[in-house]
C-alpha cells in the first residue's frame, strides 16, 4: 500500500483522528508523522493542550508506523506516557519510531512536539500483532 492509501486509511477511518483532525504527514515501515491543529475544543479548562488530545495523538503516530508496510494489525497493548511541558500552541506533532518488530510486538517511542518545537510529551507503546488483516473492510 501506498502513502496516500495509507493516509487515507487512517485519516478516514480512524474516526478519532478524523474527528480530531489529525493528518498523517509521513510514514513508512517503522516510522510516522501525525499533526493536528491546536483547536480550541482540544484545549483543557485552563487553555492548554488536553491531555487526552496529546495521548491520542501519540497513539495514532504508534498505529500509523507500526503498521506501515504490514500485512496484519498491530493494536496497542500498553502505553507509557510522560507529559514534560504545557501544550500552549499549535500544530501539535507526533514522530513515531519503531524500536523492536517481533512476532508478536511491536515497541514503539513517540515524542509530541508544539508548534515552537518544544517536547511536550515521550511515550513508550507496546503493541500485539493481531492476525486481522491491515486492511480489510470489517
Do not use: C, W
Not at 483547536?39 to 487526552?52: Q, S
Amino acid at each position: 500500500m501506498d502513502f496516500a492509501q495509507l493516509k487515507k486509511h487512517f485519516e478516514e477511518r480512524d474516526r478519532l483522528a478524523h474527528l480530531l483532525g489529525i493528518k498523517v504527514e509521513e510514514a513508512h515501515s517503522g516510522y510516522a508523522k501525525v499533526s493536528m491543529e491546536l483547536r480550541e475544543n482540544l484545549r483543557n479548562g485552563v487553555g492548554l493542550a488536553h491531555g487526552g488530545a496529546i495521548f491520542t495523538l501519540a497513539d495514532l503516530a504508534f498505529a500509523v508506523a507500526a503498521n506501515a508496510d504490514r500485512a496484519t494489525v498491530a493494536l496497542s497493548a500498553q502505553t507509557s506516557l510522560s507529559f514534560l511541558r504545557a501544550g500552549k500552541k499549535g500544530p501539535l506533532t507526533a514522530k513515531a519510531h519503531t524500536l523492536h518488530e517481533g512476532r508478536t510486538l511491536v515497541v514503539v517511542d513517540v515524542e509530541i512536539r508544539d508548534g515552537d518545537e518544544y517536547l511536550l510529551a515521550s511515550a513508550r507503546i507496546t503493541g500485539a500483532r493481531t492476525a486481522k488483516p491491515m486492511f480489510s473492510e470489517d
